[in-house]
Structure formats: C-alpha cells, structure tokens
C-alpha cells in the first residue's frame, strides 16, 4: 500500500493563479480531510468528507473546494490564490467506526508570491 | 465547540531525562478520542499515542505514557528517557467519535539536548 500521497510536494504560485492539490489513498477509507499548517497554529480543517458525494467545510474553508467523486481522490482547489494561503497542506485519511488513527500524506508546501 | 489547548509552545530536555508535555481541551461529551501526533522535521505526522475517554487506564507505548483525567480535561505526555530522536512538534489532538472530525491543539515544539 502506498497511503496517502500527495502531489506536488512543493508549489509557488503568483496571486490570482489557480492550481489543484492532488491527495489519493489506497486503503479503502471512507473519511478524508485537508489540513493547513501554520507556525503557531497548529492544524486547521479546512474541508473534509465522509465518502464518496459527501463533502463539509472545516474551520478554515474559505478560497478553497473540494470534490469526492472517487472514494480514492480528495482533490483541493484553490480557485484565486491570496498570499495568506501560502502554508503547508496535508492531507489525512482514515476508517470510519473504529478507532483506527489517521494517516496523513507527507504535506505541500505552497507560496503564494 | 471543542477546543485543545496546549499551553507550552517550546520546551526543551536533557538526552535520558523525562519530559511532561500539557494539553487540555473542552467539550460537553462523554465518550471522545484524544490523541498525540508527533511531526520531526520530515514533516511526516506520526501517532504516538491515543485514548479512548471511556477507559480509565492511561494508555501506554513504550516510552510513551498519557497522564488522562476526565474530570480536569487534561491530557498530557509523558516522555520517558528521552531521544535524540524525540526532538519534533507534538500535537494533541481531539475526536469526538470516528465519523467526526478531528480537532489539533497549536502543538509544543520539543528539543533534546545531548
């Protein structure tokens, strides 16, 4: 199994671009979610899902979407990018019902110039 | 709305000493999850820990040890005979059921000192 994986691991964007963060697990897990990491903040949901179709904002969502058409892919779009998503992203994955931990991707690193 | 607070933002410890990290948190529930993650500087989140709050015992891995009370809603980290490789952020982390979402607390920054 590869886990979660999550592509790019680094990306610089201008302002105004639009770019999509690719996550993808291979275990079969109903719930994903996205995460933003911040110095001092530790980290903040920003959208996640229970399963296929089925998709809720976290507490930071705004200039974000996401999408579950595939039990597989969470993708997270960034429709205008600000300078104040410039952060890392990761991406979590686990089984609902259980205790079972979460599995999280290795992160992005965006900045947004 | 449940909150985790982690009210160290560094600490630091001597190679084979012991080293306490807080949490608290605040919700209204019962039954919950917490757990603490571990991220060196890979960036790689790594579990070291969880409990489940309808278990008295404190949960233990190894080195690892939870110090859990229900009533005061706290929640701290024990590490025994520290690691070089124990230097990372530690965040704690709440879940009030599987289908829910997890909650991060802003995480304490460990060092070890050889």
């Known amino acids: 199994n590869a886990g979660v994986t999550q592509t790019p691991k680094f990306q610089v964007l201008k302002t105004g671009q639009s770019m999509t963060l690719q996550c993808a697990q291979d275990m079969n897990h109903e719930y994903m979610s996205w995460y933003r990491q911040d110095p001092g903040m530790g980290l903040r949901l920003i959208h996640y899902?229970?399963?296929?179709?089925?998709?809720d904002q976290g507490e930071v969502p705004n200039g974000y979407n996401v999408s579950r058409s595939t039990t597989e892919d969470f993708p997270l779009r960034l429709l205008s990018a600000a300078p104040s998503q410039t952060s890392v992203y990761f991406c979590a994955s686990r089984r609902v019902g259980g205790t079972d931990t979460q599995y999280f991707g290795p992160g992005t690193r965006l900045t947004v110039l | 709305a449940q909150t985790v607070t982690q009210s160290q933002p560094e600490m630091s410890v001597q190679e084979a000493e012991t080293v306490t990290l807080s949490c608290t948190y605040d919700?209204?529930?019962?039954?919950?999850?917490l757990f603490w993650y571990k991220q060196p500087p890979s960036r790689q989140m790594i579990l070291v820990i969880r409990q489940e709050a309808y278990k008295q015992q404190n949960a233990t891995e190894n080195r690892f040890s939870v110090n859990f009370q229900k009533a005061a809603k706290s929640f701290s980290l024990k590490i025994s005979d520290s690691q070089l490789g124990d230097t990372a952020m530690y965040f704690c982390a709440f879940m009030k059921t599987s289908y829910d979402k997890v909650i991060f607390g802003p995480g304490t920054s460990l060092s070890v000192i050889p």
């Open positions: 919700t209204s529930e019962n039954n919950y999850y």
């Open positions: 899902s229970v399963g296929a179709g089925i998709t």
